[in-house]
């Protein structure tokens, strides 16, 4: 896990100290080490937190034997011994023992071809003097980010492992993308490729660009396979324990401490009894056992493995206290709620190792979630004709909202126009009315995911809705609060399900074998089964559950959002009555709006942050008191 920013600039040529303050401004992606290349034209900067190869022949920016090429680059490259083999072979000479330095070779040898070769995680520039161009690529799955824009003054380019490191690039024009905020207030995460700050794009997962000469061009390397043409359980076990085994191995590969993150579920259950480290790290809350506090099961299995666990009990004022911080690293307003005790967790395990595996994708792959579930009521609701069932939910959606409405309002709706991902938050039509006029717009949640539907066109419904996560929710909320959340404590976070190797395997599982009338993840549960205890296995999905419902009906945390709410900076974007409708009727027991509360709270605190504060660090105050002040650095 480091940190990379850069910009090519062909009108001017910029002081050494403007490279040298972007890196500053993410500095906790790479405490151990940092410099940079500049020529006039480009310049690339790297923080660097060591993992693979120590000594300071593998810091960055490294250049190829004849100093054409130049590489920064984020990530890890498991498979780098057997590239570097290779390369040797055909002529290449190494000067570190590190993964990073495949990749220049790589391209050297194979241009953008070796992106093909490459297992893990990474985002990587590389400039070429020779032909005054720059080369930007991102990982198949999204697992670390990369930002762009050319929202300058004079239209330099500038890239960065985070968006906080552009503000000291004095051509760089901040503005808030007012068209990022309905779409957000549906998704809970940044969902539009532009990012909340207008001009400011994501390079897709399983993408690379080329930039020269104020051209972009973009390519697609990677897209995700569903095959569907294992169908038998035995057979599928033994591939996923073969390719599990295999893929944690590599994730290992470490010349630091590696330990792993450990709740009570299956996903991160599996992967800490296939690596077996020395340490596991748990989060609960105080007061709260159950469902919000699995630490004893986590502590349990540690035990049984003989493993330290260590955990932590996270309070409400703790929790309040840390949302402007998280908010900051997180670059853009994000609202799930585990993205809190992520950071917690992190903060836990950077006190004992610097590299951390997780349980990330493992449900987009393996068909984790509820939703892929065809129940048989609904199959069998199914077997009526379409249209019929059309007319039936369209005069359902007139009639009281029950479970049978419900049941059949969906039952005559494609899976394109009901299903937009894990985390829908507000409906449109609530988005719309709790916004003011120029905030609303029309990226309807249908209209985002249309083009990756399209691509699914032909596939069964659980096959269209895990691809769907696949290409937007597990890039844009899960890997995005994963990888903000482990960079904050300067930690490496690691994700053996999203392999290359895990994916083809995962592909090749029919429907039934992914989630049915028995089980989610129903493959993945039976294969682990031949590792863990059963009780472990048959675990259902919990995630990070937070006591938000509750605490939203204390005192002084209903206060605290309650000055939020009444703010001027909220009465530009929202009906601000609406919103203390929403935060009354919840306070006061007569509903459950504890998700629409916590979504806009989180985005006015992150807007507060970048727009009014101008991105400056928040510091905490170290005890909750329920007061908006904050001090910044």
């Keep these: 896990m480091c940190g990379i920013v850069g910009y090519v600039n062909e009108n001017q040529v910029l002081e050494e100290s403007v490279i040298q303050a972007m890196m500053e401004r993410i500095h906790h992606r790479g405490p151990d080490d940092g410099d940079y290349y500049t020529d006039g034209t480009a310049s690339l900067g790297f923080r660097r937190l060591s993992i693979i190869d120590m000594s300071s022949s593998a810091n960055q920016p490294m250049m190829n034997e004849d100093g054409r090429f130049i590489l920064t680059f984020n990530g890890e490259i498991y498979n780098f011994h057997s590239l570097k083999d290779d390369l040797i072979s055909k002529g290449h000479q190494f000067e570190s023992h590190t993964d990073s330095e495949v990749i220049l070779h790589g391209y050297e040898e194979y241009g953008v071809e070796i992106l093909q070769k490459l297992r893990g995680m990474f985002a990587f520039a590389i400039w070429d003097k020779q032909e005054k161009e720059m080369i930007l690529a991102r990982d198949p799955f999204g697992i670390k980010p990369l930002y762009y824009t050319e929202s300058t003054k004079d239209g330099s380019f500038v890239y960065g492992s985070e968006i906080k490191s552009f503000f000291p690039y004095p051509l760089f024009i901040k503005r808030f993308n007012e068209d990022a905020l309905e779409p957000y207030l549906t998704f809970q995460y940044s969902a539009l490729d532009q990012t909340f700050f207008k001009g400011v794009h994501k390079l897709k997962p399983g993408h690379y660009m080329i930039y020269k000469k104020g051209q972009i061009e973009t390519h697609e390397y990677w897209n995700p396979e569903f095959t569907e043409t294992q169908d038998k359980l035995s057979d599928a076990i033994d591939s996923i324990n073969e390719v599990m085994k295999d893929s944690v191995q590599y994730h290992k590969i470490s010349d630091v401490k590696v330990g792993s993150f450990l709740s009570g579920g299956i996903d991160s259950s599996y992967i800490t009894t296939l690596l077996k480290p020395e340490n596991t790290f748990s989060v609960g809350f105080k007061e709260y056992e159950g469902i919000f506090n699995e630490t004893n099961l ?69 068909g984790g979630y509820e939703w892929y579930r065809i129940s048989e009521k609904q199959k069998i609701y199914e077997t009526i004709p379409f249209p019929v069932r059309r007319v039936i939910s369209k005069v359902g959606q007139r009639l009281p909202q029950n479970k049978i409405t419900n049941f059949l309002v969906k039952g005559g709706q494609k899976i394109e126009e009901k299903f937009v991902g894990q985390a829908k938050v507000f409906t449109t039509e609530d988005a719309q009315n709790v916004l003011k006029k120029p905030y609303r717009n029309q990226h309807t949640p249908q209209q985002i995911l249309a083009p990756t539907y399209k691509r699914v066109g032909k596939s069964n419904d659980s096959t269209k809705m895990q691809y769907a996560d696949i290409k937007h929710w597990l890039p844009g909320d899960i890997l995005q609060k994963a990888d903000k959340m482990s960079s904050a404590h300067s930690l490496e976070l690691r994700v053996p399900f999203l392999d290359k190797e895990v994916m083809k395997v995962a592909g090749t599982l029919a429907p039934s074998l992914r989630a049915n009338n028995k089980d989610t993840k129903f493959a993945l549960r039976q294969a682990a089964k031949t590792v863990l205890p059963d009780e472990w296995a048959n675990r259902p999905k919990v995630g990070f559950p937070v006591p938000i419902r509750d605490w939203l009906r204390q005192d002084k945390y209903y206060n605290h959002v309650k000055q939020v709410f009444e703010s001027d900076h909220a009465a530009q974007f929202f009906q601000t009555q609406e919103l203390l409708r929403y935060l009354n009727e919840h306070y006061e027991n007569k509903g459950n709006h504890h998700r629409y509360i916590w979504t806009v709270f989180v985005f006015l605190t992150w807007y507060e942050i970048y727009f009014i504060h101008d991105g400056e660090f928040p510091h905490s105050t170290g005890s909750f008191t329920g007061d908006r002040e904050l001090v910044y650095s």
């Design 298 to 366: 986590a502590e349990d299995l540690s035990q049984q493995l003989g493993i330290q666990n260590h955990k932590k009990l996270i309070t409400g004022d703790e929790f309040f206290n840390k949302i402007p911080e998280i908010q900051y690293h997180m670059d853009e307003p994000h609202a799930n709620l585990s993205s809190v005790p992520l950071y917690f967790l992190a903060e836990l395990a950077k006190k004992h190792v610097t590299v951390v595996l997780s349980g990330e994708g493992a449900d987009e792959l393996f």
